[in-house]
């Protein structure tokens, strides 16, 4: 069983903290960045090169628009999964070696700012907007690579480190 009294004496423990600077410095900076994207912004298409756009859509669904649905039911249903995988990352992270621990300090940083969001907006908003001529991969957000440089460098991990 999960002894949530433990989780907190671990996640404060002393050799955790620079772990959990790392988690607050992503979330920051997504948080930074997007409210200055809410300011400065509003739902035109700005312009940057060939390459790139910063274009403000509001994502209801999972990373990169997944799932995006005007459900209230299914909205907070998928909310309430994204807790539940955010409490398990930070369990993992707290069990795992130091690579590891950066690596979901990384992913959890990422995944609160999202979580931030669905919360006090009922959606993310997501503004970079890659592509080459008529291809648009989909929109994101600072968060959302944080969340994918994470699990690539896991998966690299288990690629290169086999035990």
Same mark, same amino acid.
């Given at each position: 069983?999960? *002894? ?12 955790? @903290?620079?772990?959990?600077? +790392?988690?607050? !410095? +992503? ?14 912004? *509003?739902?035109? %298409?700005? &312009?940057?090169?060939?390459? /790139? ?7 209801? #669904?999972? #990373? ?6 005007? !459900? ?31 690596? @979901? ?9 999202? @979580? ?5 907006? *009922? ?8 592509? &080459? ?5 989909? %929109? ?7 969340? %994918?440089?994470?699990?690539? /460098? ?10």
């Amino acid at each position: 069983m999960i *002894n949530l009294n433990e989780i907190k004496n671990n996640i404060f423990r002393r050799e955790n @903290f620079f772990y959990l600077i +790392v988690i607050l !410095s +992503v979330f920051g900076g997504d948080r930074i960045l997007k409210n200055l994207v809410l300011e400065k912004f *509003n739902e035109n %298409t700005y &312009y940057i090169n060939n390459f /790139l756009n910063f274009d403000l859509l509001w994502n209801t #669904g999972i #990373g990169f628009g997944l799932f995006s649905s005007n !459900s209230s039911l299914f909205y907070n249903f998928t909310s309430g999964v994204i807790a539940i995988v955010i409490f398990f990352l930070i369990i993992a992270g707290l069990q795992s070696d130091k690579f590891d621990k950066i690596t @979901f300090s990384i992913i959890i940083g990422g995944a609160l700012g999202n @979580f931030y969001d669905r919360i006090v907006f *009922n959606a993310v908003p997501d503004f970079i907007d890659i592509h &080459y001529k008529n291809f648009h991969w989909f %929109t994101f957000n600072l968060a959302d690579i944080f969340i %994918t440089l994470g699990i690539i /460098l896991l998966i690299c991990k288990s690629i290169v480190i086999k035990k």
